[in-house]
Every structure is written in structure tokens, then in C-alpha cells.
């Protein structure tokens, strides 16, 4: 069996993807090399930005965050007391995606009724190529 034009094609389009994504996996270590000799060099503010501009013109902004996690139990037993406003506690509600994809695929009775108010809209398709030697 001859290997038909699609395969041909797909078979340089693999290759030609390994080559890029390899360049690519090596750009971004490098980028992130200079981004930590930048801040050897300029270390950031703890939280917050600050941008200078250099002679040349380029113009360089580092940001600092910081992220915060709580014991949620304990913040709102020390807070139980506070004005409402001035609690550092927020709840959320969100869509539950497992929830609606299993009505979507298996309750279409019970999709029909809230598919108006849902939207769906695809994603980016992943494409992977691995080398199996």
C-alpha cells in the first residue's frame, strides 16, 4: 500500500510541527532566562508595578503579586462580627460545566429547558505529535 498525498502531507506537517514546537519550547526558556537576570539586575515590587524607560527606548514594567489563600472556617468565625462590607470573604456562584455537560449528553429533556440560558461555544482543538521511534 502506497502512502497516500494526505499521509505525505501529514507526515511533513508532524515533522515541521516537532521542529517549531521544539524552537518554541526553547524560546521560552530563554525568555524566562533573561526575565530572572532582568530582575537580578531590577527586582519588583512586592505587589504592584513600576515601568522605566530605557536610553535606547525600551520601555520595561515588571509586576509584583501575591496571592492569598485562607482558611475560610476560621476567617469567618474571626470576622462572624464585622460589617458584611468589611469582610474579606466573597461567595461565588458559577455554572457547573460537568454538571451541564452530562445534561447536554445524557438529559436532553432537562437540557432543553435551560439551553436558553446556557452558551456553548467550542474551543481550541489540542494537536499533539509525539516521535514513538
Do not use: C
Not at 530572572?36 to 524607560?53: M, N, R, Y
Not at 515588571?62 to 482558611?71: C, I, N
Not at 455537560?101 to 489540542?126: E, G, S
Amino acid at each position: 500500500m502506497t502512502p497516500s498525498n494526505t499521509d505525505a502531507e501529514l507526515e511533513h506537517l508532524a515533522e515541521r510541527w516537532l521542529i517549531v514546537k521544539d524552537a518554541e519550547r526553547q524560546a521560552n526558556a530563554e525568555r524566562l532566562r533573561i526575565e530572572d537576570k532582568i530582575l537580578e539586575l531590577h527586582p519588583a515590587k512586592e505587589e504592584g508595578s513600576f515601568s522605566w524607560t530605557l536610553a535606547t527606548g525600551y520601555k520595561i514594567k515588571t509586576t509584583g503579586k501575591l496571592s492569598y489563600k485562607a482558611d475560610l472556617d476560621m476567617l469567618l468565625d474571626i470576622t462572624a462580627d464585622w460589617p458584611e462590607e468589611q469582610k474579606p470573604v466573597k461567595t461565588e456562584t458559577k455554572a457547573d460545566e460537568a454538571a451541564l455537560k452530562f445534561l447536554r449528553a445524557n438529559r436532553p429533556d432537562l437540557w432543553k429547558r435551560i439551553a436558553q440560558a446556557v452558551t456553548t461555544k467550542p474551543m481550541k482543538t489540542a494537536v499533539t505529535i509525539e516521535e514513538t521511534e
